[in-house]
């Protein structure tokens, strides 16, 4: 054996002698025994199933599935530039190989994270050497990354790259440091650098992470519209919900009272007291009782309805506010719940309001101050939440000038105004108006009555005093009076008149029934005293015609209910309610 040879075997692993191409020139005896096939000139690379070379002449190579590590050095043979291989078990290299394969892995997803990252991320070595960072500081800087790949900070804020370094006061400070920077397009950018230490103490790293302000903002106002836009569709939809809630029989087709109804909805969700005015009849009811519909307080409370005008003063407070067990003769045993306890969580809705007297006036401003009532010949406070909708016929600004009604709770009730034109300022409602109470009324008292063309040109001309109300009323007396199934203007009752009326007219009815005809009256000789009551007479059926209520009438004409109750009772006349 040869010199070489004895020293090849005297080494304990296999190890392989190769020209420089990798063509085998001699081996030992442990190398051999890994190979079933002589080894001599063949290419090393081809003995093995796989091979893989690394730097630092390391290389992988694989063998019916057992994995080998080769470390290859340069050597002279025989006088010839020769490579000299030692196999070892290839495992261990195996498993590093696994490792590096991992933490490659890690390295690309936590670069790609970085490189994603909304806020800027720019990572420096203890030196302040820029190692890594993403490109959110092209749109801090304006520069484009590649500047900064590889750079000293101090560099970069020499060369005008960067306004102000957070890095380099990390460095100087060795400690997290927060600042606040403006870059050259004037945008806010709020920096904060960490500081990584190794077990010595020294900074191996600088983690900074610069958030921008403005363009935080831009975002949030991005959310803001689409949170608005959300809440606007959530609004519609509720919107859409209330209309499906709206009252069937509340006929609504003019330009004023859809916009009217529309406020109605709008404002159904705040609480504000509504003050509704209009003349009677105009269906003030209706749009309180629209109101309360169309927001939440349907869903949580009731809709109470309380005639200041109807109900007699002195009962009026028990019936606003309740009373306790034996607050007066003929009180309930057990007490009772006034309005605003039987509103809770919904809408009372006062009509007449301007009838109310004085002394509840200042009551009712307390209740509304306060939010909680005090029952007749109680003493302990009940908290209500009620929405309060109050409604007059009556000039409350007048009131208050003459001392009839508190300027305070005007002003407390007239929060929102609304106002509901009559309805001869409304024509455009007046005959869909028609059509709905003929519908209503035929299918009431199942009947097929029409109206002709000149009994709807009189609807339409009339000038309504008692607005909806005298309508409906009319078409109820037509319908129930007519013997024909068409309805003609001869079937009107006697104070409408069936003569030819011009537009004018309809606009100022004349009352011709028999016992009251005063046409020509004055002609005949008569006393002052017969006079002065035709003259009554006359007045006192125009206005049983016009307002509901002997109240409404009393106040209207200036005197007392008692008298109005008394003058009708002379002249045979009933009032409508
Ligand atoms: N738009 C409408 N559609 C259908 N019916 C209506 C409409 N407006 C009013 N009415 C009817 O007319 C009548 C009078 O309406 P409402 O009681 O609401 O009037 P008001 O203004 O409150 O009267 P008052 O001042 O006398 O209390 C009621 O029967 C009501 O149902």
Redesign the pocket.
């Known amino acids: 054996m040869r010199h070489t040879e004895q020293w090849l075997e005297n080494i304990p692993l296999p190890v392989v002698v190769t020209n420089h191409d990798g063509v085998i020139r001699r081996y030992n005896f442990r190398f051999a025994q890994l190979f079933a096939k002589k080894a001599d000139g063949i290419n090393i690379q081809e003995l093995f199933d796989q091979w893989t070379s690394y730097e630092h002449n390391i290389i992988s190579a694989q063998l019916e599935g057992k994995p080998y590590a080769l470390n290859c050095n340069e050597c002279e043979d025989d006088g010839q530039a020769s490579l000299f291989y030692v196999v070892n078990d290839g495992a261990y290299i195996q498993k590093v190989q696994q490792k590096i394969h991992e933490l490659s892995q890690v390295n690309q997803e936590l670069d790609a994270i970085i490189e994603d990252s909304f806020d800027v991320i720019y990572i420096t070595d203890g030196e302040g050497n820029t190692l890594k960072v993403n490109s959110a500081i092209e749109t801090c800087t304006g520069f484009s990354k590649e500047n900064f790949i590889e750079k000293n900070v101090r560099t970069l804020v020499k060369d005008g790259y960067l306004k102000d370094s957070v890095t380099l006061k990390v460095l100087e400070q060795k400690q997290t440091v927060t600042i606040l920077t403006v870059n050259n397009a004037g945008k806010e950018r709020l920096s904060t650098g960490k500081p990584i230490f190794n077990e010595e103490g020294e900074i191996v790293r600088v983690v900074t992470n610069a958030r921008n302000f403005s363009e935080l903002d831009e975002v949030y106002q991005e959310l803001r519209k689409a949170l608005e836009l959300n809440n606007y569709y959530k609004k519609e939809l509720e919107k859409l919900k209330s209309k499906n809630r709206r009252d069937p029989?509340?006929?609504?087709k003019s330009a004023d009272?859809l916009e009217i109804f529309d406020l109605g909805e709008r404002i159904s969700e705040v609480d504000a007291t509504v003050l509704?005015l209009?003349?009677?009849?105009?269906?003030?009811?209706?749009?309180?009782k629209h109101i309360h519909r169309s927001g939440r307080r349907y869903e949580n409370g009731k809709f109470v309805k309380i005639?200041c005008g109807a109900i007699p003063h002195d009962l009026l407070e028990s019936e606003l506010f309740g009373y306790e067990a034996g607050a007066f003769t003929g009180a309930k045993r057990t007490g009772k719940q006034g309005m605003f306890e039987l509103a809770n969580n919904g809408t009372l809705f006062l009509?007449?309001v301007g009838d109310l007297p004085l002394t509840l006036q200042v009551k009712l401003l307390r209740v509304l101050q306060e939010k909680s009532i005090q029952r007749v010949g109680g003493t302990k406070m009940i908290d209500v939440d009620v929405r309060l909708i109050a409604?007059?016929?009556r000039n409350l600004k007048q009131m208050v000038k003459e001392g009839e009604f508190r300027e305070d709770l005007f002003y407390r009730l007239n929060v929102i105004p609304i106002h509901?034109p009559p309805l001869r300022e409304r024509k455009e409602?007046i005959l869909p108006?028609v059509y709905?109470f003929l519908h209503t009324l035929n299918t009431k008292y199942l009947m097929k009555k029409e109206f002709d063309r000149g009994l709807k040109e009189f609807f339409y001309n009339y000038n309504w005093p008692g607005?909806?109300?005298e309508?409906?009323n009319l078409v109820e007396r037509l319908i129930l009076m007519a013997t024909e199934d068409v309805v003609t203007v001869k079937h009107l009752p006697a104070e409408y008149g069936q003569q030819e009326y011009s537009e004018q007219e309809y606009g100022q009815p004349i009352h011709d029934q028999k016992e009251y005809d005063l046409k020509g009256e004055y002609e005949k000789e008569m006393t002052l005293k017969e006079a002065k009551e035709i003259a009554e007479r006359k007045v006192l059926i125009a206005a049983v015609q016009r307002?509901?209520s002997t109240y409404?009438i009393a106040h209207k004409l200036r005197t007392s209910q008692t008298t109005i109750v008394r003058k009708l009772k002379q002249y045979k006349l009933h009032a409508n309610q």
């Open positions: 029989d509340a006929i609504i009272m509704v209009g003349e009677t009849g105009v269906g003030k009811d209706v749009l309180a005639n009509d007449e409604a007059t016929n509901i409602d108006l709905h607005n909806v109300r309508l409906s307002y509901g409404e």
